[in-house]
């Protein structure tokens, strides 16, 4: 035998082999790891609007003023508004305490647009606005994320998933 021959190694049909699975399972990671971080996305936005619904509730009680939650005209944001006094209107009015943006748009339980929804806290906490019942979701609601829409009715806030059309409260 040659001394070529003796030497030990990989051969190319062998390397191009690892590669070609290399890549394939880096492109399965890929695909799965962009889903897990939709779903956690759209789990934080939830999160951070019940938290802010909450808020503005108990400033309302506190301070004893009314605040709002005020969804931008493109519903990929909203505003927390605090007011000084039961005659500013609710529309125009009012002092921004913070403004936030997100990544996915808020639309109506029916799919409707959330658009320029105002959600109005009197100084008891209570939920003023004409609905009695509303629900906030997230898009896109297939993400498979665990909760994705909020119920707010006129003495609490609760987030839950959508199943079937309607936000299944958790």
């Not at 951070?48 to 509730?57: K, P």
């Not at 709002?68 to 609710?90: C, Q």
């Not at 003023?128 to 909020?150: E, K, M, Q, W």
């Amino acid at each position: 035998m040659c001394d070529w021959q003796k030497e030990s190694g990989f051969s190319l049909v062998e390397l191009m082999v690892v590669i070609g699975i290399t890549a394939i399972l880096l492109s399965i990671g890929t695909l799965n790891f962009s889903s897990w971080q939709r779903k956690s996305q759209i789990e934080r936005q939830a999160r951070e609007m019940l938290a802010d619904f909450n808020s503005a509730r108990s400033e309302s009680i506190f301070r004893k003023k009314r605040h709002s939650i005020v969804l931008n005209s493109t519903a990929t944001g909203y505003v927390f508004k605090r007011y000084s006094s039961e005659n500013e209107n609710r529309t125009t009015g009012g002092s921004v305490l913070f403004t936030k943006t997100s990544s996915y748009q808020y639309a109506k339980e029916a799919g409707a647009s959330a658009a320029d929804q105002i959600f109005q806290f009197d100084i008891l906490g209570f939920n003023a606005t004409p609905a009695d019942l509303d629900t906030i979701r997230i898009n896109p609601v297939d993400s498979g994320a665990a909760f994705d829409c909020l119920v707010i009715s006129a003495s609490r806030t609760n987030i839950g998933k959508m199943e079937g059309g309607s936000c299944v409260q958790k």
